[in-house]
């Protein structure tokens, strides 16, 4: 009896977790990597200690540090010939050279992303902790960069960023949850690695909930304050005009879209309402290079003109190369959608990059559990496409995709979770042929399916070992304390699965509500 109300009062705290974050869709937000042309010596995203393999990076906003609950860890493990390490270092504020102290609910680790600022060789980290309070205003966010070294990030040089940092645009407000997205890439074309950091529910153009962005420009001693910009809609080139409850900046990516070799920034303004229409949400994309602040041109996608989609909830964004042209492409989660009269069912569309950028009429595709040749059916709150992650599973030069469906009931299990892998093409990009249903009742898959698991959550992608394949990671958070699986495949073919909780990386086994694996890298 005791164990059965320990587990029920573990599935509360996950729920509640994620809430906390002023009423945001998904806890496990999206951020994603794209390197574009110029990169020069720089090195890949999370290869920390640059030895040419990423090292797997997870975040546990839910982690108590110094008896503060939910103040928040990161964990890494270095990448070896044979995938992540079997011992770890934890990052969070109670760590040498990390600014402030922990604090219960700050939530270091809700995010990360990596890139080479400084391009130097060496990877570096961005983290966000979008609950922290400064000073005495609570929420208000904080990042902290870590750049990386030949001994990796622990221990390393550390800048902590918030708004009342000198220099840096904004104001501190409560719950404004400042650095709540984050993603990277060169959006100005200087060959430096930039980071967009999402602030979903600041106030743009006296407009409360409107969404800012602020981007960070890499410089050969990394990031600053006075070379940041912010952006909303009521900037040059960024198409609409800020208005309440917009969260503009609630899911970012960037990459090359239109080929021009520069990167391009992507928003997911979940709560844009169209005009005339019931539908809400849109796509922003920031056209590079960004310079003087503003973007070289600007486009937008809204709900209301793509077929079968009602609203961009911004449950996930990604971005891959899913055929062989020169144009990258963007994938977006609708989780929330209605499939067959499911309620939140989930769908998710792609859209394919071309010279002119993005389209809501041509060179769309959209998936959902009614698709032939993807497994199961709709069913209410499966939330399919809750977070997606993209990268070249099977080698074939040719991006691939993860999908994370974070409340498919598995059986009688509500909630337990599942994933799905579809493979990209060269030529007709993602297809269901080959297509992959992972669940832990998969066979070769460690972990027992449960109630409140949530296998899928979040996804990610990343070379573990090296070799050139990445490997697609699938966070269930609810699983106890947390797990990250790491898997290998290829079309139809399950080839290992490996999973990974905070005992197997030299720790101790961690606590319910950590929630391990609710961010992880792309």
């Not at 042209?325 to 499939?339: F, L």
């Not at 599942?418 to 992972?438: E, P, R």
């Amino acid at each position: 009896m005791a164990e059965e109300k320990a587990e029920k009062a573990t599935k509360r705290r996950l729920r509640a977790w994620p809430a906390a974050i002023a009423l945001l869709v998904c806890a496990g937000v999206v951020t994603t990597v794209a390197l574009v042309a110029g990169s020069g010596g720089a090195a890949k995203p999370y290869d920390f200690n640059g030895d040419g393999i990423p090292d797997l990076t997870v975040g546990l906003p839910g982690n108590t540090v110094s008896g503060a609950a939910r103040a928040g860890s990161v964990v890494i493990a270095n990448g070896t010939s044979t995938g992540p390490a079997s011992t770890a270092v934890r990052i969070d504020q109670a760590s040498p050279g990390v600014p402030g102290d922990p604090e219960t609910d700050d939530s270091f680790g809700q995010s990360v992303a990596s890139c080479d600022f400084d391009n130097n060789g060496y990877a570096d980290l961005a983290v966000s902790s979008p609950l922290e309070a400064i000073g005495t205003t609570e929420g208000a966010g904080m990042l902290t960069v870590h750049y990386g070294s030949s001994g990796g990030i622990y221990n390393s040089t550390t800048e902590s960023f918030d708004e009342d940092t000198a220099n840096y645009p904004g104001t501190v407000a409560k719950d404004e949850i400042f650095a709540y997205s984050l993603a990277t890439g060169d959006v100005n074309g200087d060959g430096y690695c930039d980071l967009a950091v999402g602030q979903p529910l600041d106030n743009a153009g006296g407009q409360p909930n409107a969404g800012t962005i602020k981007i960070m420009f890499g410089t050969p001693t990394g990031l600053n304050a006075a070379d940041t910009i912010e952006i909303d809609q009521s900037t040059q080139n960024v198409p609409g005009g800020p208005e309440a409850e917009d969260r503009f900046g609630e899911q970012l990516a960037v990459a090359d879209v239109n080929g021009d070799g520069v990167g391009d920034l992507i928003s997911a303004t979940i709560g844009e309402q169209i005009p005339g229409s019931s539908d809400r949400g849109s796509l922003h994309i920031m056209y590079g290079p960004i310079k003087n602040g503003v973007p070289a041109s600007g486009g937008y996608v809204d709900a209301g003109n793509v077929t079968d989609i009602g609203e961009f909830v911004g449950s996930a964004l990604t971005v891959g190369h899913f055929n062989d042209d020169a144009y990258a492409d963007v994938a977006v989660g609708v989780s929330d959608e209605e499939v067959s009269d499911k309620g939140a069912a989930g769908r998710f569309a792609v859209f394919y990059g071309s010279a002119q950028g993005l389209s809501a009429t041509s060179r769309v595709k959209l998936f959902d559990q009614d698709s032939p040749g993807i497994s199961g059916g709709p069913e209410t709150e499966d939330y399919f496409a809750a977070s997606l992650a993209a990268g070249d599973f099977d080698g074939d030069g040719v991006d691939d995709l993860v999908v994370g469906m974070r409340s498919e009931a598995v059986g009688s299990a509500k909630g337990a979770g599942a994933s799905m892998i579809l493979f990209g093409n060269a030529t007709g990009g993602l297809t269901t042929k080959g297509a992959m249903w992972i669940d832990q009742d998969t066979a070769g898959v460690p972990g027992t399916v449960a109630e409140g698991d949530h296998f899928g959550w979040t996804v990610g992608a990343l070379d573990t070992d090296g070799n050139g394949r990445v490997e697609p990671l699938i966070g269930a958070p609810g699983n106890a304390a947390g797990t990250v699986t790491v898997l290998k495949v290829k079309p139809g073919t399950l080839e290992s699965a490996t999973a990974l909780a905070e005992g197997d990386l030299g720790f101790s086994a961690g606590s319910d509500g950590d929630a391990f694996g609710i961010a992880l890298a792309h």
